[in-house]
């Protein structure tokens, strides 16, 4: 565990160091926007639309990508992030359904549940449109791998079965904190 904490730092400390050195890539999504994806050698990626590209660690897509090539490593990120430009508008809709649902007894607990688990559902969507559009090619590369995108997605899908589950049975405990 503390091998794979010390190469996410100096990963981190690599994009850094090295400023972003990829060419943007343009995107228009579904919905009319053009969005840009910056992937670098490092950890830290941008991606967003017009002037508002972030810069953020892609700790889902370093996780994912560990056991390969560089290629297929750089390709699949590319996806991803556009993956997420893709699929804004649901990320928004669920977020936003998630806060009113709990609107009446919303606090910190209940803001972080509800950053987390729209943030895994936001991660599982934009996976799961590499795979849509990958299929086959998608399969081979993660052949025989130990980060299977089957047990991320379970995991993903698991903490939202959680928070769901809560919610129908009663977040009483949650409420009263």
Do not use: C
Request: avoid cysteine; hydrophobic fraction near 50%; aromatic fraction near 14%.
């Amino acid at each position: 565990m503390w091998g794979m904490f010390s190469i996410w730092i100096k990963d981190m400390l690599h994009s850094r160091r090295n400023k972003m050195t990829e060419q943007p890539e343009k995107i228009r999504t579904w919905y009319g926007l053009t969005g840009t994806v910056i992937i670098d050698d490092g950890l830290f990626h941008r991606s967003g639309f017009g002037k508002m590209v972030i810069l953020h660690p892609g700790l889902v897509n370093w996780l994912l990508r560990q056991q390969l090539s560089k290629a297929d490593r750089k390709m699949l990120t590319y996806r991803h992030e556009w993956g997420h430009l893709q699929t804004v508008p649901i990320f928004l809709i669920y977020l936003l359904l998630l806060i009113a649902l709990q609107w009446e007894s919303l606090n910190w607990l209940f803001i972080i549940a509800i950053v987390v688990v729209s943030q895994a559902l936001w991660e599982l969507v934009s996976e799961l449109s590499v795979f849509m559009k990958l299929r086959k090619s998608y399969v081979n590369i993660y052949r025989n791998k130990l980060m299977n995108p089957i047990i991320f997605g379970l995991i993903m899908m698991g903490l939202n079965w959680i928070y769901w589950w809560k919610i129908l049975t009663g977040f009483e405990t949650l409420a009263k904190i």
